[in-house]
């Protein structure tokens, strides 16, 4: 009975140590498992880091790096050697590397080595980025039928701006040179900058537009430097329209006893001009200029080989403002007793801009008065907030003393 009670205690005191050597596995397991992590971590870390130097020493290099100069390419004598002409003004035949060699042409911008004038890497073109904002980059949503009693100036703008574009082998064929540009006038909200629209999105061409005044800068050759970088964009976007708004803003008649202000807004004139001179005109650039003010424009931007052919864009008559109103109408709800022919009788002298703002009028007194459809008491009541508010403000600027156009 004693050798039985003594191995069974013997029993339990190996089956407590065994349990005691599983748990104490068990803790160095887990142990063991988070040095490996933690050993994981720092292998990771110390790589990051690693990188973290290297990247930190490459941009120390590039600080204590020389700085390099700045040259354009004149001329490319052979697979090796290129003439570049410095900012300072001298020239130098410099090398160039294989690799460069696919942009290397004349007029490309360069970097040099400051002490072999070696071609280090080619300089992307220097653009103003206002003048790259000046690109519609979304095709306009104008199209010759939303354009109303213009038919005969359609067609014209189509013969000169579209057909250029879109069918230049006519011309080659007869050996006749389109106009270079076309000059567009007209009082405001008859449908200048509509024409200008319409026709880019006929040719599914880059449509650049540009407000005249953009063109007027503070400093002494701003002006010209953006004129002379708009018309470098409308070529490299080609095929392109180039449509300069109010005109009028950089080509009004010189004087010669003009302000500091006034003779660089001339200075951008003589530029527009000589950059006007420089196109071909089968090129794949239309120019499209916009004024209501043509009696104040140099005489020089409307000789022919410039804007030799002017457009004018009329006060639409009686049928033009019927189909106008048609146009403008197509959207609303209206009544069967709303009669086109006698709104238009009603807008004498209105422009399209007018005729537009009387139809939103009408819808605006429509949804007001919470009627389902607009009638001829809403259209008669726009008509006289329209008009009697376009008479009334002419009428109190021209006993001002101000020239209205």
Known sequence: MKSASYDEGYSRFLLDKMR????????LRERLEKIEQESRYYQEMRIRYEREIKRLRA???????????????????????????????PQFVVTYTEYESNDIVPGARVALNQQSLAVVSVLPSAKDPLVYSMEVIESPDVDYSMIGGLQDQIEEIREVVELPLTAPERFERIGVEPPRGVLLIGLPGTGKTLLAKAVAKRTSATFIRVVGSELVQKYIGEGARMVRELFALAKEKAPSILFID?????????????????????????????????????????????????????????RPGRFDRIIEIPV??????????????????LKKEVDLKRLA???????????????????????????????????????????????????NVKEMGVMFA
């Open 59 to 89: 941009e120390l290099e590039k600080l204590r790096a020389p700085p390099l100069l700045v040259a354009t390419v004149v001329s490319v004598i052979d697979d090796k050697h290129v003439v570049v002409r410095s900012t300072g003004g």
């Open 246 to 302: 109010e005109i009028d803003a950089i080509a009004a008649r010189r004087m010669e006893d003009g302000s500091s202000g006034e003779r660089e807004v001339q200075r951008t004139l003589m530029q527009l001009l000589a950059e006007i001179d420089g196109f071909d005109p089968r090129g794949n650039v239309r120019i499209i200029g916009a004024t209501n003010r043509p009696d104040i424009l140099d005489p020089a931007l409307l």
């Open 20 to 27: 005691q050597v599983e748990e104490a596995n068990i803790l």
């Open 316 to 333: 639409p008559d009686m049928e033009a403002r019927e189909e106008i109103f048609r146009i403008h109408t197509s959207r609303l709800k």
């Open 345 to 395: 009788a009603l807008t004498e002298g209105a422009t399209g801009a007018e005729i537009k703002a009387i139809a939103t009028e009408a819808g605006m007194l429509t949804v007001k008065r919470n009627k389902k459809a607009v009638g001829m008491e809403e259209f008669e009541q726009a008509i006289k907030k329209v008009m009697n508010y376009q008479r009334d403000y002419i009428a």
